[in-house]
């Protein structure tokens, strides 16, 4: 017989882009949602579904949230260790505390350790998939994808490759950076939730050659996904110019050797040329705004607004521990004081949209994740609108629904998540 699981509260689930549509008017609030086998069987009154499904188990929460569980589709899960790390801007910051961290996950104790230690403390932020670097060792990804399956949760990372500007210990070769994620595709991609995504770190720390055999890989292997950086700080963009004198722009060292497509996802994309937005519109490249990371480094203010009036296709990630944060709730308030500084705030259903549906839209999962749906993998966050004092005063005085979830977008951490269920089973709570 199916396992069916009935949650009661306030089912949020959306029906259009809150960027397409009147934001006040794009979600819906349910009473009920039903799991069944692992998916999102159904929505509805709470009196119909508990009288369809009698067998149900039932969780009862009252005026909590329930959404879909959050989605972060940048991140590196081996700095966990080193997040919040104080002084530095990028290329300092690399240097003097990412690289040495990175530099232990040769060893797959520790890779083990921090894959465990970082997945615990995001789904205790509500968060159900992420897409992860990893660093040059392939027990790195081992690592992570063992600990992803053993929890049931949809998860992207790959092998973080660069064969130049990057201490001793931690380079690899063009040849052994294709050999070793071509074996790692063979064994992971597609295995359970688990996909794999090409993963040059960006253009700085790959020779041409690396950046080419990268290029190939994905042509070999198209239905990956491929993650880097673009355009972070103006100071790395000065060193990429050096180091491709003969490109056009940052854009374009990854374009030339076949790192430009649908499928790929560019993080950060703060200082880009007119060109290079271009060419990302014409694509439907994936743009991924990390707000507490932009802040915490120093890097500059993404324009959302530009960006989505054009039509660019963007999701909105951590940036762990560039960024200063698990929680995607911390993020999205981020998010909101980056539009502010930029004159455009955006509506509290664009920022639960972007961490949900929109960050599921960037890695081409919007069909089985990122919001609750019949059929949708059942991967959901409950949340309690009034966590602490401090919220819980400012959500008596709210007139509608928004007004209630905001102060927790604003001032929510992990208090405030009451359930998550990842694939149908309950991670937490
Ligand atoms: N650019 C290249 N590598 C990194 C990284 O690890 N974090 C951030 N924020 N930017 C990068
Ligand atoms: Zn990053």
């Known amino acids: 017989m199916a ?19 009147d934001p006040d008017q794009a979600a819906r609030l349910h009473e009920a949602v ?39 589709p940048h991140v590196h899960y081996p700095q966990t260790a080193i997040i919040a790390s104080w002084g ?33 403390l995001t789904a205790a932020h509500g968060t159900t998939t992420m ?26 990372a790959g092998k973080t490759c660069m064969d130049r500007n990057a201490p001793d210990g931690l380079r690899d070769t063009a040849q052994t950076a294709y050999d070793q994620c071509r074996a790692l595709i ?88 007119p060109r290079e937005r271009d060419r990302l519109r014409e694509v439907d490249a994936a743009l991924i705004h990390c707000p507490t990371s932009n802040t915490f480094i120093g890097s500059g203010l993404f324009d959302m607004h530009g960006l989505m009036r054009d039509g660019h296709r963007i999701g909105l990630a951590t940036d762990t521990g560039g960024g200063s944060s698990f929680s995607m709730l911390r993020t999205m308030a981020a ?33 089985r994740i990122g919001n609750i749906a019949p059929g949708m993998e059942a991967d959901l966050v409950v949340l309690d609108l009034s966590s602490t004092p401090a919220i819980a005063q400012r959500v008596s005085q709210a007139d509608d629904i928004w007004e209630a979830i905001f102060p927790t977008i604003m001032m929510g951490d992990d208090r405030a998540v009451a359930q998550v269920w990842i694939g149908g089973r309950r991670a937490l709570g």
């Open 3 to 21: 396992q069916k699981t009935l949650l009661k509260g306030r089912v949020l689930s959306f029906e259009q882009s809150p960027f397409q549509a």
């Open 34 to 72: 039903l799991i069944e086998d692992g998916r999102i069987g159904a929505m509805g009154t709470a009196q119909a579904l508990t009288a369809a499904h009698p067998d149900a188990e039932i969780h009862d929460h009252g005026a909590r949230l329930i959404l879909a569980g959050f989605v972060d």
């Open 88 to 120: 530095k801007r990028l290329i300092d910051w690399l240097n003097t505390y990412t690289f040495p961290e990175e530099m232990k996950f040769g060893d797959p104790d520790h890779a083990a350790e921090i894959a465990g230690r970082y997945l615990d």
């Open 131 to 156: 897409c992860s670097f990893c660093t040059i060792h392939p027990e790195s990804v081992d690592a992570f994808f063992t600990e992803a399956q053993a929890r049931g949760q949809r998860v992207v």
């Open 186 to 273: 063979g064994r992971w991609h597609g295995v359970d939730r688990i996909s794999y995504a090409i993963t040059p770190r960006f253009s700085p720390t790959s020779t041409p050659e690396q950046l080419e055999a990268m290029g190939a890989l994905w042509a070999e292997h198209h239905d990956c996904l491929m993650q880097t950086h673009l355009s972070e700080q103006t100071d790395e963009i000065e060193w990429v110019r050096s180091l491709f004198p003969e490109a056009c722009d940052y854009l374009d060292t990854y374009e030339k050797f076949g790192l430009l497509g649908p499928r790929g996802l560019y993080g950060h994309a703060i200082h880009l040329e």
């Open 335 to 367: 998010a909101y004081e980056i539009g502010q500084l930029r004159g455009h705030p955006l509506h509290p259903a664009q920022l639960l949209w972007l961490g949900t549906a929109g960050s599921a839209r960037s890695l081409r999962m919007d069909d």
